[in-house]
């Protein structure tokens, strides 16, 4: 008989098996959740009391910058941020760590768990940094995760979306995916990068651009990628940082994109960031185009969207996205880290910061909160900062606090600039979250989306990852510091103290592909890259503890 751990008396909140703040008990034996046990005799040997608690299962940051390359080049080029912010002081089980927006690989696992999160997955890792990154997961404690590889301007994939040849680009895909040892696949600014990198100031305006040199558009790269993530089954769909991000006028673009895909599904992340009104780079024009976009989602069912909210303060930019990198360090007259991956992909870097006084940055954070309020199906909108771009994960409890109190939210709206008002619609949009929708926007939408069966609900066959959080009427509050974390059936977190260091897991996919494909990908390595085909693998040794993700049949 197993040892069981019993919680007990809780409000339950797992929207996924339609279980709305009842109270009920949780069975757990080793890292699952379980049915109660048959004989009514049998008891836990472990029990813990949540009588009056709120009970959901973790939290799971579905887009975020946490490792790799990148990451690591923003926590070198900040020390200025690292000297003045909370100190992570070692303690009898932990590490010490940095803070500032670019925290250390330490100090973001705890973090996390702190907040009641268990999951979170990098959005934009070149596969040839792949081990880069999963050297940093190693080193990153108590939290499940897992990366995106870049994928949008690879020139394998711009040369076989330009040929059309569906089979070739859906056997690199999978070869690719495991080779990485990665989650899923993203596009970013596709087609736009590799310009940048050929082209002084290069970039693509349009998805039906030319690619020079390739011959190949945005459009052809979107939907061959689509093609062939939907054909291999891949739990996540293709997940897609639109071309001219940031741009006014930009929300034709993320239309275009979107209807590009023609029913194959397709998430279109940092949303906020792509649903801009206006003309060219004339800050008197910048205005909200949420609503003809939420229109085009909410009757869409194959699009999802994570928000990308920005908050305001101090930050640092960083993206794939290379002539963004570029745009921004201009527009702030700051540092600039710029990176190109051979084959593959870009990188930008700039410290930033979003101020309520600036007529755009206020646009944006209203944006934002636009798209929480408008996508009418909480499974297909999700909650993200994109980390650090928008602002720290940490502020994830003040946005619940925004949905949750439509008072606090216009609180804030009245000291943002007076032009927002005329420019979106958020000073008209009542909609306030439930408990129960937050948990969908934080744990079992992002679940679903990922195709992760096991994780964002609480049935039996469930990870026990568990997030216990006090009732209070400030849901800022409530949501900051949980009661209890228990990650893989262990109680990680008490009241913001980590009890225990856990390693979690490699989350990954390797699909399957034909073998004899890999003739004309190594020819490709041998002919172009820096790296030997053979040496390009991350080895299984890799990852101390990983889990493979099936994809569908
Ligand atoms: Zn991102």
Redesign the pocket.
């Known amino acids: 008989m197993p040892d069981y751990f019993l919680i007990t008396g809780g409000y339950v909140y797992d929207p996924a098996n339609g279980i709305d703040g009842q109270v009920k008990d949780l069975w757990i034996a080793g890292d699952k959740i379980v049915e109660p046990p048959s004989d009514p005799t049998v008891r836990p040997t472990r029990t813990l009391n949540a009588a009056g608690l709120v009970i959901m299962p973790g939290g799971i940051d579905m887009?975020?910058?946490i490792a790799g390359p990148k990451v690591n080049a923003a926590r070198k080029m900040r020390p200025e941020e690292k000297r003045n912010s909370e100190k992570i002081m070692r303690t009898a089980v932990t590490h010490s760590g940095t803070m500032g927006s670019v925290p250390s690989t330490f100090a973001t696992g705890y973090k996390y768990i702190g907040l009641g999160y268990t999951t979170a997955f990098d959005?934009?890792v070149p596969p040839l940094a792949a081990r880069h990154t999963h050297e940093e997961f190693e080193d990153t404690p108590c939290i499940d995760k897992g990366f995106y590889v870049l994928m949008g301007n690879n020139h394998y994939v711009m040369n076989a979306a330009r040929d059309g040849d569906d089979e070739r680009l859906r056997n690199f895909t999978a070869w690719l995916l495991g080779a990485a040892k990665a989650y899923a696949c993203k596009l970013v600014n596709p087609g736009g990068v590799e310009v940048w990198k050929q082209q002084p100031s290069g970039n693509v305006r349009a998805i039906d651009e030319n690619v020079e040199h390739f011959n190949v558009t945005p459009r052809q790269v979107i939907q061959a990628v689509a093609r062939a993530v939907d054909s291999l089954k891949l739990p996540h769909s293709v997940h897609i940082?639109a071309n001219n991000l940031g741009m006014p006028g930009n929300w034709t673009t993320t239309l275009e994109t979107m209807r590009a895909l023609e029913g194959h599904r397709g998430h279109m992340?940092?949303i906020q960031f792509h649903s801009y009104g206006g003309g060219d780079a004339d800050e008197n024009t910048f205005n909200s185009k949420v609503a003809p976009l939420a229109d085009y989602v909410n009757a869409n069912p194959n699009l999802t969207v994570d928000v990308?909210q920005v908050m305001f303060g101090k930050t640092t930019s960083m993206?794939g996205d290379g002539p963004l990198g570029y745009y921004l360090a201009n527009v702030y007259k700051s540092k600039w880290f710029s990176a190109d991956t051979e084959m593959e992909a870009g990188c930008g870097i700039a410290p930033i910061e979003y101020k309520n006084k600036s007529l755009v940055h206020s646009l944006q954070w209203a944006i934002g909160l636009e798209w929480y309020l408008l996508v009418q199906d909480p499974w297909r909108v999700v909650m993200s900062t994109?980390h650090p771009?928008g602002g720290s994960f940490l502020a994830y409890p003040h946005i619940i606090r925004m949905l949750m109190d439509r008072t606090y939210r216009e609180d804030i709206l009245k000291e943002v600039h007076p032009a927002v008002r005329g420019r979106s619609q958020l000073a008209d949009l009542t909609r306030e979250y439930s408990l129960n929708e937050i948990a969908i926007i934080t744990r079992a939408g992002p679940a679903r989306i990922l195709g992760l069966k096991h994780k964002g609900h609480l049935g039996p066959g469930a990870d026990a990852d568990i997030t216990i959080y006090t009732p209070h009427e400030n849901k800022e509050t409530m949501f900051e510091l949980p009661r209890y974390v228990i990650k893989a059936g262990i109680i990680l977190v008490e009241e913001g103290d980590i009890r225990e260091e856990h390693m979690g897991k490699l989350l990954h996919v390797a699909p399957d592909y034909d073998r004899a494909a890999e003739a004309g990908i190594g020819q490709w390595f041998e002919d172009c890259y820096s790296i030997r085909f053979r040496n390009y693998p991350v080895g299984d040794d890799y990852s101390h503890v990983a889990e493979e993700i099936s994809c569908g049949k």
Request: a negative charge; proline letters at 0%.
């Open positions: 887009h975020c910058h959005a934009a940082h992340t940092h990308g993206t994109d771009n």
